[in-house]
């Protein structure tokens, strides 16, 4: 695994190098200078000089990871879905996947507080996670918001549009729906 994603790395790099190359070539003959700086590689941005991490992760290429984010393998982040860790670490367990147009955050201001996201997690369209910690096999649903400080431990379902409040812990073999969430239901 570790050659396999050493040797990713390398072919990546070796492509960016060459992409640049053939650019300055294309610019150096061109009668009215233009340069673009929004391409699509632009999805991946470094703040405070640290870039984000996603060996062996789809990352879809109107997404943003930005700052110290890492994505373990086999997660996926969707269209138009957000990944900021600016202020504190975002750190996605494997297999997780968050949906398009979900947002994920920290917090700095009103405590000091990085975001945590377990194996197996689904976060989806639409849904913030902010500052919060999901443990493993966690199914977060449409427009759900878990917040700064709470937790959700293994094995949990938040409905789609629940709020968790900040502070929070939503125990494990449970289902979540309301604003506050509240328990609905022991999962089976």
Do not use: C
């Not at 695994?1 to 003959?29: E, H, I, N, T, Y």
């Not at 689904?122 to 917040?147: D, E, F, K, W, Y």
């Not at 629940?162 to 969430?181: D, K, Q």
């Amino acid at each position: 695994m570790a050659l396999s994603s050493r040797f990713v790395g390398a072919v990546s790099s070796a492509a960016r190098s060459a992409g640049a190359a053939l650019d300055s070539l294309g610019a150096s003959m061109e009668v009215t200078r233009y340069v673009e700086r929004l391409v699509p590689s632009t999805r991946f941005v470094p703040h405070n000089g640290v870039a984000p991490r996603a060996p062996l992760s789809f990352v879809s290429p109107s997404s943003t990871l930005v700052g110290d984010v890492t994505l373990a393998a086999g997660s996926s982040v969707w269209y138009g879905a957000v990944v900021r860790g600016d202020v504190n670490p975002v750190s996605v367990g494997a297999n997780s996947s968050i949906g398009e147009n979900a947002v994920v955050h920290v917090a700095k201001i009103q405590g000091d507080l990085p975001t945590s996201i377990g194996e197996n997690v689904t976060i989806g369209p639409g849904a913030i996670v902010h500052a919060a910690t999901l443990g493993s096999n966690v199914l977060l649903g449409a427009r759900a918001q878990v917040l700064d400080g709470a937790t959700v431990e293994d094995n949990v379902v938040v409905e789609a549009g629940a709020v968790v409040s900040p502070g929070s812990t939503l125990r494990s073999m449970t289902v979540y729906a309301g604003v506050p969430a509240k328990e609905v239901r022991k999962l089976k």
